[in-house]
């Protein structure tokens, strides 16, 4: 076994380099199971959308483009797209080579090719699911929701008193409830702790935090001092787009909200990475270069990919297909960034393109970044880490959004 796959076996993370350009292929749950003292993330639960398997998995790219080419034929021409169309084709067009040349990388590293099957794969089987999942969403909703308590069941008997919450009698550890909307839950131990909310159990790793709300609530979150903010901020807007499917999953919001998003006052004064997941339509990227990130304040931004693959290595869609790319664009910027931070306090300037491979989680799930993205990070270390929009919780880092515990039902878990 090479050191590569040793090291991959370990951290989840293989790095390619080519052309000067950085591959990596993730493996989320071997990242995700990081955060995890007590309990595992099932890689079946993790991958549990089945993708239909291409016999020819490393079909050469020449077979590729001819039918790509067939494809357009049959497609509208260019002359029938708008303007924001075209410039998306010219865009699409100039990112085609360089993830063409990734995809060919990630197909060659033979050992990782052999591995791929084996990690969607559950060692162990999964419990029976329960049918009902919670509705964080519409319960936030009802005019209850203030009302609502999750409670904390803490292993440690001897539990300091500053935890908020209030506390419930003796059950061999320490029971301490809490308001669930609304209100910053932190779990501030070393261990996973289990928590239950409506007979439903949800699983918070060691010193992660969520505050569950809405958008108007989010300014709760800026801290009274930018020297308590946070040095990397990864945002997942719930961008409007015209997909069913995703309007069955989760609420969208106008574009323009998110230019009120507080991430200047949210971010260190030592300095902070935003990282922000971005759908493929032009128009989203013209107001997010024009005007989200300058009333954000992210500057020196770079654009990576996230390039999605099955289990048998082949990309999840055509990569010439207009509006179902087997990718999307993740831009990286830097917020208070002075000139000398990365001397004072050493971090690798993030200055060129990558792309990340991975194969897909659940519907709009994405793969995680922290671990991948550290060495980037400005100010002091170890970094505080903050995602907005977020659907799980992550060891050492808060999590904001109107379904933060979504992934951290126990239904997902299994105990170590
Ligand atoms: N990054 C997440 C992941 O990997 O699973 C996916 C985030 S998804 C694109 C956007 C999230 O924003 C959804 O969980 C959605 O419910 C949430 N959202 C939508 N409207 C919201 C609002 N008004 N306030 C807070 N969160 C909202």
Redesign the pocket.
């Known amino acids: 076994m090479s050191d590569e796959v040793r090291s991959f076996l370990d951290t989840g993370i293989y790095r390619l380099v080519r052309d000067g350009s950085k591959v990596v292929f993730l493996d989320p749950v071997r990242i995700i199971n990081h955060s995890y003292t007590r309990f595992w993330v099932s890689p079946s639960a993790y991958y549990s959308r089945s993708f239909e398997t291409t016999t020819a998995a490393l079909k050469t790219d020449a077979v590729e483009d001819s039918r790509i080419l067939k494809k357009r034929k049959r497609t509208r021409a260019p002359r029938d797209l708008n303007e924001s169309e075209r410039a998306a084709v010219k865009r699409h067009q100039e990112a085609r080579t360089f993830l063409l040349n990734a995809h060919k990388a990630f197909l060659e590293a033979a050992e990782l090719q052999a591995l791929l099957p084996e990690l969607v794969k559950s060692e162990v089987s999964l419990p029976t699911r329960r049918a009902s999942e919670q509705k964080f969403?519409q319960l936030g909703s009802l005019w209850q929701a203030p009302l609502y308590e999750i409670s904390l069941c803490f292993r440690n008997k001897n539990l300091s008193d500053d935890t908020g919450g209030y506390r419930l009698g003796d059950h061999g550890g320490t029971i301490i409830v809490h308001q669930l909307y609304n209100n910053l839950i932190c779990n501030e131990t070393n261990e996973d702790v289990e928590a239950e909310f409506q007979s439903n159990r949800y699983i918070l790793p060691s010193r992660s935090c969520f505050h569950m709300?809405?958008?108007?609530q989010?300014r709760n979150l800026v801290p009274a001092h930018s020297k308590d903010g946070f040095n990397f901020i990864?945002i997942?807007?719930?961008?409007e787009n015209g997909s069913a499917c995703q309007k069955a999953?989760?609420?969208?919001?106008p574009n323009r909200?998110f230019l009120y998003l507080p991430v200047k006052e949210l971010a260190h004064e030592g300095g902070a990475l935003v990282a922000l997941?971005m759908t493929n339509r032009e128009k989203l990227r013209i107001f997010v270069e024009n005007e989200l990130f300058p009333a954000w304040g992210v500057t020196k931004f770079v654009l990576s990919y996230w390039l999605k693959v099955k289990p048998d290595g082949s990309l999840i869609g055509e990569l010439d297909l207009f509006h179902h790319r087997p990718y999307e664009c993740l831009l990286l910027g830097y917020i208070n960034l002075q000139n000398d931070d990365s001397r004072a306090m050493p971090f690798e300037y993030l200055g060129i393109n990558q792309v990340i491979v991975s194969i897909p989680g659940?519907y709009?799930?994405?793969p995680p970044l922290g671990q991948l993205l550290k060495d980037h990070i400005p100010g002091p270390k170890p970094a505080k880490c903050i995602?907005l929009?977020?659907?799980?919780l992550g060891a050492g880092w808060t999590s904001?959004?109107?379904?933060p515990l979504?992934?951290q039902d126990s239904k997902y878990f299994v105990e170590r």
């Open positions: 969403i709300s809405d958008l108007q989010v990864v997942d807007p719930p961008w999953v989760y609420p969208t919001l909200y997941w659940d709009s799930r994405k995602e929009f977020a659907r799980e904001w959004g109107n379904e979504h992934f």
